[in-house]
């Protein structure tokens, strides 16, 4: 059974940055692909960035296009979410899930989820 463990959220001022992690366990992290979601109060989940097993290939929904970068690490069983320029419309909590190979903007799609991680973002 995968878990996953989300770390790097907090409270930072507007344009400011943070960088999430996903740490992986009890699988094997290299056939699944990355996705960020995110989910603010009252709203939807909503997908952020996602990367391919494989690495290298990426995307990313438009409102964050530029301004986030998602990376993994396949050695370290960890996946990543550079965020910059950061806008209060970001606050909400933040999490990372795995699915086979290739990433889905869909969260029903995704096998495993991590437990979220809080991201604030003050204006």
């Known amino acids: 059974q995968v878990q996953l463990v989300e770390s790097g959220g907090g409270l930072v001022q507007a344009g400011g940055s943070l960088r999430l992690s996903c740490a992986a366990s009890g699988g094997t992290f290299t056939i699944y692909a990355v996705g960020w979601f995110r989910q603010a109060p009252g709203k939807e989940r909503e997908f952020v960035a996602g990367?391919?097993?494989?690495?290298?290939?990426?995307n990313y929904a438009d409102s964050v296009k530029g301004r986030f970068t998602i990376s993994r690490d396949n050695a370290r069983y960890t996946g990543y979410l550079q965020m910059n320029s950061l806008k209060p419309e970001d606050t909400a909590v933040y999490y990372c899930a795995l699915r086979p190979l290739v990433p889905s903007t869909k969260s029903d799609d995704y096998n495993y989820w991590g437990q979220g991680t809080q991201v604030t973002v003050s204006s």
């Open positions: 990367a391919r097993a494989s690495g290298g290939s990426t």
